[in-house]
């Protein structure tokens, strides 16, 4: 007998290297040719706190962290004790018997990694004695974890050779532990065999990777979890000849100096987290009065106010699409995958140039911080528009017109007056009434040019739908497809645009009798969005701080279904 | 522009202040035209809320490109047009409460960038777009609106501010001073770093403080503006600060700093030079990815 998948957890306290650890396990097993996909949760605190990271190892693409475990690695008690329940029938716990002792439970071993690690002279080697550990008890070829040893730590330095022999050697020497303890869990399949390149990425690298490739020469932006990982990726690749990152003072600096540097031609984007999309409402309205092209990345993190820095919810998708005060509706692009995260940030690049205005792109700190295998996405595809500039033929008349219209770039012709006032068409204040709905209907109006958003369809005869958004796709996925092996008739559709929606999808939407919304928010704010919108949709909501369980979502779907009559 | 625009709805008081800014900066940015041969539209005006900010509509002649944005950020919209775009002159005009109240967190920041900025701030001691509120300049004991039994708190020394803040080039001028208030502000942009012009622009309607600037012989007011005299070292800091100390307000250059500070611009050419760094392909950051 073998398993598809293998998910192990690494849990304890926040500095003890539990998420680096499971990263350099997915790490590992990707480089012997499995699928990957990480997952991590920490509080906001450099040293301690209870913190995990999990790979989900596989030899299928992957679409979830797991619900369950196979191994457990417990740093403490605290994280043995919390962690357990998630333990499926048959894992194992391989725990640190330096710091606490197990008892009474068959299917747990002690290793005193740190203590191996510190007498073999390589005391920074004690996780990779963990993961011999669990290699050898779930039937990992430990050949392709030295294979990955010897490429992680070839640097072209003098002391390399030194750091993989003791890197090799603490492999075999979890190994042995792993032997000795005379437990397994079902061993892994082979890993598949891929056709073309792929790549260990982060929601956020795919994310910055994807803007870059649609264009995007300007970047400003302002510290803040999770989103922090975006500005600091730029700074270190955005360089060379017209590039230019800076990091602001504050947020409500960043989306300023976004719409001077969006107004001045260039094609830009800052990264935030809630409390930071929240300073940029009043920019953002400036951005969309003046139409102002830019791009914001928020990274959805928990809560209101400071709320849950380093966790994942999908809250703000309100604040997203209405940003600040007045008639506005800032165009929406959320990811569901890393994969994802690249397509989508090229497109909100491109819809910003073409509509000239802000667009969000809305990602989730799981998405941004999670790690995952990828086929190599091909840049050349990526699209690269750019707005249409002004050869000045209407002279300062930018605002002329009830659509999209050449945009004058300082230092060329067409000199105006950009304007977050209510405007005439040379961007005057004005207080006319008739110039007010005249102006309002053209901001309105250029949205059209961005009903071009596609969707998955799948099972659409179904009466009865399930739309999950963002990150919630994967396990929303993972759900819908046991409950059709199950043989219950449930719609699936799913977009990355969820404003404009595509009006196509909207329509199939309007004509369902019930449309299931998974959302990791307490309002069910995309199910409200679309009641308002005519659907009869209805959300499933979980506000953890962590993302949904497949089992979960399952199970909730079902009643839900069954309630429905 | 307003004269040739109908649907232009803002005017200024009858005496305001604030008209001889605007005819200083045309006057400023007419002979950097033709002293640098460069067209009008290689400049930027970047316009904060208030009576002041709305200079950019009232423009006269050649028309630069503006940006009249929201109330306190001019400041920051002016890194982003000069940080990208070193290539455009970049102004920003802004009164006493958009530049020393909500958007004095910015001051501070924009200085220590140094880029080659030239911001102008219209001081009148007054938040004359709503009405006459007390702003950061109001003299203690002043009644307005929000002071209805005289202003409690301490008044903002605006140039000792900036000073303390970083700013490497440092005018004050009044509005009545046309001529020299255009030159003032020609050669705060040809300074190559981040400078202020800082100008005394009487509001009319909400507090009128011409007389007090000035000084009136008949009524036995002293001027509170005095020039600089030649003797003063514009280029020592301390002496800078003396002499801004108060209450007076001296006029002329008060300080610019020398040699200790490079600007922004120069400061990203040097470092993209001493790094060497090139873009690289998204195409070769993704195979440095490849597993
Ligand atoms: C965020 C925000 N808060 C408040 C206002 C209202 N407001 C408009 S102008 C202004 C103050 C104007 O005073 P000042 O900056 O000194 O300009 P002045 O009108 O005196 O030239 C205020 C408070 C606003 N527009 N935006
Ligand atoms: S209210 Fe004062 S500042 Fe405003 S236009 Fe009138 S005089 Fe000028
Ligand atoms: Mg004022």
Redesign the interface.
Request: net charge positive; aromatic share 6%; hydrophobic share 40%.
């Given at each position: 007998m073998s398993s598809k998948n293998l998910v192990v957890r690494f849990a304890g306290e926040g500095g003890q290297g539990v998420v680096g650890g499971a990263d350099l396990m997915a790490s590992a097993a990707a480089t012997g040719g499995y699928h990957v996909l990480t997952f991590s949760t920490f509080p906001s605190q450099i040293k301690g706190g209870p913190a995990w990271g999990q790979a989900r190892v596989s030899s299928e693409p992957i679409l979830t962290p797991g619900d369950w475990l196979d191994v457990l690695v417990a740093q403490n008690q605290y994280a043995y004790d919390t962690n357990l329940p998630d333990l499926r029938e048959g894992g194992i716990v391989v725990y640190n018997s330096e710091e606490f002792e197990v008892t009474g439970n068959s299917r747990a071993y002690g290793i005193a990694a740190d203590k191996m690690a510190r007498e073999a002279g390589n005391p920074l080697a004690s996780t990779i004695i963990l993961i011999g550990a669990v290699a050898q008890m779930a039937g990992i070829d430990l050949n392709a974890i030295e294979a990955f040893i010897v490429k992680r730590w070839t640097r072209g330095r003098a002391s390399d050779k030194q750091i993989i022999d003791g890197n090799i050697a603490a492999l075999r020497m979890g190994a042995e532990e792993g032997k000795k303890s005379g437990l397994s869990v079902t061993p892994l399949d082979p890993p598949p065999v891929h056709a073309e390149p792929r790549v260990m990425i982060r929601g956020f690298e795919a994310a910055c990777l994807g803007a870059m490739a649609a264009g995007l020469d300007t970047f400003i932006g302002y510290p803040i979890s999770p989103a922090t990982t975006m500005l600091t990726f730029m700074e270190q690749n955005l360089v060379g000849k017209d590039k230019f990152v800076g990091q602001a003072s504050s947020e409500i600096e960043s989306i300023a100096s976004l719409v001077g540097a969006g107004f001045a031609g260039r094609k830009v984007m800052t990264s935030t987290a809630g409390p930071g999309l929240s300073l940029m409402g009043e920019g953002l309205g400036l951005a969309w009065m003046a139409e102002i092209p830019l791009v914001v990345c928020d990274v959805q993190r928990g809560g209101p106010a400071t709320g849950l820095p380093t966790k994942t919810e999908q809250s703000d998708l309100y604040a997203a699409i209405n940003p600040g005060h007045g008639d506005m509706s800032v165009p929406v692009i959320a990811p569901g995958n890393p994969e994802e995260a690249f397509w989508a940030a090229g497109h909100a690049m491109n819809w910003a140039e073409r509509y000239q205005g802000p667009v969000i792109l809305l990602s989730e700190a799981s998405i941004a911080e999670r790690a995952q295998d990828i086929a190599i996405p091909d840049a050349s595809k990526m699209k690269q528009e750019n707005r249409v500039v002004s050869d000045g033929k209407v002279g300062n008349r930018r605002y002329a017109g009830d659509s999209v219209t050449p945009f004058p770039v300082p230092g060329g012709p067409g000199a105006y007056v950009a304007n977050g006032s209510e405007h005439d068409e040379e961007g005057d204040t004005t207080h006319l009434p008739n110039i007010h709905v005249q102006m309002t209907d053209r901001r309105f109006a250029k949205l059209k040019v961005l009903e071009d958003g596609t969707f998955e369809a799948e099972r659409t005869s179904a009466s009865i739908a399930l739309l999950p958004w963002g990150g919630s796709k994967g396990s929303a996925l993972a759900a819908w497809r046991e409950l059709i092996d199950e043989g219950v008739d449930l719609g699936w559709y799913y977009t990355m645009f969820l404003n404009p929606l595509p009006p196509a999808l909207l329509e199939a939407l309007q004509a369902k009798r019930l449309v299931l919304v998974p959302e990791l928010n307490y309002l069910g704010q995309l199910a409200a969005r679309l009641r308002s919108m005519g659907v009869n949709a209805q959300a499933i909501t979980q506000y953890t701080g962590l993302p949904f369980k497949e089992a979960d979502l399952k199970s909730a779907i079902r009643e839900r279904m069954a309630a429905f009559k | 522009?307003?004269k040739r625009?109908a649907?232009?709805?803002?005017k200024w008081c009858p005496g305001c202040g604030d008209f001889g800014v605007k005819v200083a900066i045309e006057q400023a940015l007419a002979r950097r035209a033709v002293e640098n041969q460069e067209?009008?539209?290689?400049t930027?005006i970047?316009a904060g809320?208030g009576c002041s900010g709305?200079l950019?509509?009232l423009q006269e002649g050649p028309?630069?490109?503006?940006?009249?944005?929201?109330h306190g950020?001019a400041l920051?919209?002016?890194?982003?047009?000069?940080?990208?775009?070193p290539?455009?002159n970049v102004l920003t005009v802004g009164g006493d409460g958009d530049m020393l109240s909500i958007g004095a967190?910015?001051i501070?920041?924009q200085a220590r960038r140094n880029l080659n900025i030239t911001t102008i701030v219209m001081d009148n001691g007054i938040y004359g777009l709503t009405k006459g509120q007390a702003s950061p300049t109001t003299n203690v004991d002043v009644v307005t609106s929000t002071t209805r039994y005289g202003k409690l708190d301490d008044k903002l020394n605006p140039l000792m501010a900036y000073l303390g803040l970083g700013v490497g080039y440092v005018v004050s001028e009044l509005s009545s001073r046309v001529k020299p208030l255009g030159e003032a502000i020609k050669a705060a942009m040809d300074y190559p770093g981040f400078s202020v012009v800082h100008v005394q622009s009487p509001c009319t309607t909400y507090n009128d403080t011409y007389a007090i600037l000035k000084g009136d012989e008949k009524k036995g007011i002293e001027p509170l503006a005095f020039p600089i005299p030649d003797t003063h070292d514009v280029t020592n800091l301390h002496a800078a600060m003396d002499l801004v100390q108060g209450p007076r307000i001296p006029i002329g250059l008060v300080y610019r700093r020398e040699g200790e500070s490079v600007a922004a611009d120069q400061r990203?050419l040097d470092a993209?030079i001493r790094?060497k760094?090139?873009?690289?392909?998204?195409?070769a950051?993704?195979?440095e990815?490849?597993?």
């Open positions: - | 522009m307003s625009n649907l232009y709805d803002f067209s009008i539209e290689k930027v970047v809320i709305n950019v509509h028309q630069p490109f503006a940006l009249h944005g929201i950020r920051p919209i002016a890194y982003g047009v000069k940080g990208p775009r290539d455009l967190e910015h501070g920041p990203l993209k790094t760094v090139e873009q690289k392909s998204v195409d950051l993704l195979r990815m490849v597993i």
